[in-house]
Every structure is written in C-alpha cells, then in structure tokens.
C-alpha cells in the first residue's frame, strides 16, 4: 500500500508540471496583461491622457517581466514554487500569491467537505431508499429531486435564493462569512469556552453555498446508487443469502450495498474538484472570499500568477482525489490489491 501511495505521488509531479504550463499559456494567450488594465484605469478613473498612461503601463511592464517570453516567465514561476514555495507576486493585490492562497484555500476546502460528505452521505441514503421501494410514490419523488439537481445550473439556484433572501426576507449582511459583531471575535475564548455564536452565524452565512452544491452533489450519487443496486439485488449471490433465511435488511445492508458502492467510491476521485467548482459558482454570487471570485476577478485583469496558482490547486485536488479513491476502493473490498500486495 505504501509502495502504491509513493508510485502515485511520484507519478503526479509531471502531471501537475504539465498542467501548470499548458494552464499558464491558456491563461496568456487572450490579448492583454496587467499593464492595460492599468492603462484603462488611468484613463478612465484617473483622467491621465493616453501617452502618459501608456507610458505607465509599459514601466510597469517592464518592472514586472510582462515582456519577457512566456517560456521565461513560466519558468521563474515555476522555479520560485520549487526552489522557495514562492508562487509569484499578485498585481492586483500587491502581495504574495501565497498569503492570498493561505486567506482563500481553508475556507473553500472546508465549505467544499462539507458539501462532499452531505451529498455522499443523503446520495446514498436517497439512492438505498429508491431502489428499495422501486416504482412506488417515494421512488418517483426521489427521482425527480435527482433530476432536478443534474439539470438545474447551481449559479441560477444560487441567484434565486440571492433574490428570496435579500428583495423577500430583507437579509442585509450578504458576501461574508460573518456579521460585523462576530467578524473580529475569536472561535477561543478559553479553555473549554467555544464561541457557539460565532459559528452559528457562519452556518446562516454559507448555509445557502453548502445547500446548493449539496443538492447537485447528491443528485449524481443517488441515481448512480440506485442504479448500481438495483442490478446488485439481482444478483445471484443475494437469492442465495435470502434463502439462507436472512433478513431483507441484512440482504441489503451487508451484502448488496457494499458492493453497490464500488461505482461511487471510484467516482470520488473526481468529486472534490466538482465540490470546489460547485463552491465557487455559488461563492461568486453571494461574494464570498474563496477562491471562486479570485479566480474570475484575476482572469478579468490579468492578475496571471493568481488564477495560475488557483488552478494549479484545483488540478492537485484531482490528483488528490484519485489517490484516495484507489485506497478507499483497496479497504471496502479485500480482493482489490494495490501496489503489488499479495
């Protein structure tokens, strides 16, 4: 096991490699850096006269390297993340990639468990329940959330519940993860004294983020289950199990679903960067800071070390993702070997 884990680890350093440059020329290829978005603020905001702005923009090109090719500007990015974790200089922000990285990443990996164990586990819950009671009322009505949560887009579930809670409800504190009062109050306010109001407010903050990637998540993890099932029920090994005078939840719970679960399991491998891109669809309509609206706000002017950085990110936990779904599938079934065991 050890020896697979290390194999795959070894295996996804050139991926990650050739991810990063083909993401870094994608992102460069549009018309357009940092320095002309700098030039239009100054003209339009500033009142500068065209020459003086682009004079402006090109020193500040200059400075910066925008003018150096893009094989050497890829490759003093790439060798600051290898030789000092430096993940380049953020324009927009004036700091280093790495503390926007370090402010944006906890919260979105958070939001995005949470929304992976809540759709795992109703998914599956929804899927066992349907499959059990085939072709009843409760079956069609788990069925049609399922498609309801495989077609609706999550940006328009995200504008709708946007809409009911500021023009229906009146919320007034949207884009943050904490009201005003709560913002500079520690989780810690002693030993064995949890500030249970602070985190209150943060679930009436992300509960419509976590709600609608939830709903799209556990939509695909119901109909897979409920399809795998199904075809497991039919099996010829759960007749024999039934008429060894077994329980039909026994049947079910012991026998049919852990098989059941190989599709799903091997499916996470894939989820969390669904989470994440989940997270931050819904995170850009409500404003939150994640890195959802940093990717779309650095993409717009040109900020390239930050949506390349976010990116890179984004292919790890796919990586990532993949590594665990091997192992988990290694633990849920013993006759799966993985790095060579015997």
Request: proline fraction near 5%.
């Amino acid at each position: 096991m050890l020896g697979f884990l290390g194999v795959r680890l070894m295996q996804s350093v050139p991926v990650l490699i050739v991810m990063s440059f083909i993401t870094f020329m994608i992102i460069q290829a549009p018309p357009g850096d940092y320095g002309d978005f700098i030039r239009t603020n100054m003209i339009v905001q500033g009142g500068a006269t065209p020459e003086a702005a682009s004079a402006a923009a090109e020193e500040y090109r200059e400075k910066h390297g925008l003018n150096d090719p893009l094989l050497m500007q890829y490759g003093y990015w790439i060798w600051g993340i290898v030789t000092e974790g430096d993940f380049g200089q953020s324009y927009a922000y004036n700091k280093p990639v790495s503390e926007i990285l370090a402010q944006r990443l906890p919260p979105t990996i958070a939001i995005a468990l949470v929304c992976h164990l809540l759709a795992t586990v109703i998914g599956i819950g929804f899927g066992i329940l349907a499959a059990t009671r085939q072709y009843t009322w409760v079956d069609t009505v788990l069925s049609f959330v399922s498609f309801m949560g495989m077609t609706i887009p999550r940006f328009l579930l995200a504008l709708i519940i946007l809409y009911i809670l500021v023009f229906k409800l009146n919320v007034q504190e949207i884009g943050s993860f904490y009201s005003s009062r709560y913002g500079g109050q520690p989780y810690w306010e002693g030993f064995l004294d949890f500030n249970w109001g602070k985190l209150w407010n943060l679930i009436q903050h992300v509960w419509p983020v976590i709600a609608v990637a939830t709903f799209g998540g556990l939509a695909y993890n119901m109909r897979v289950m409920r399809a795998n099932l199904l075809d497991t029920l039919n099996a010829q090994y759960i007749e024999t199990a039934r008429a060894k005078g077994l329980g039909e939840g026994a049947v079910i719970m012991r026998h049919a679903v852990p098989n059941a679960l190989h599709p799903l399991v091997a499916y996470q491998g894939v989820v969390l960067p669904y989470m994440l891109t989940g997270e931050i669809e819904v995170a850009i309509v409500f404003g939150l800071a994640t890195i959802g609206p940093a990717i779309v706000g650095s993409m717009a002017i040109g900020d390239v070390y930050v949506t390349a950085t976010l990116m890179l990110v984004l292919g790890a936990t796919l990586i990532i993702g993949n590594i665990i779904a091997d192992l988990l599938l290694a633990l849920l079934d013993p006759r799966i070997r993985v790095g060579g065991d015997k």
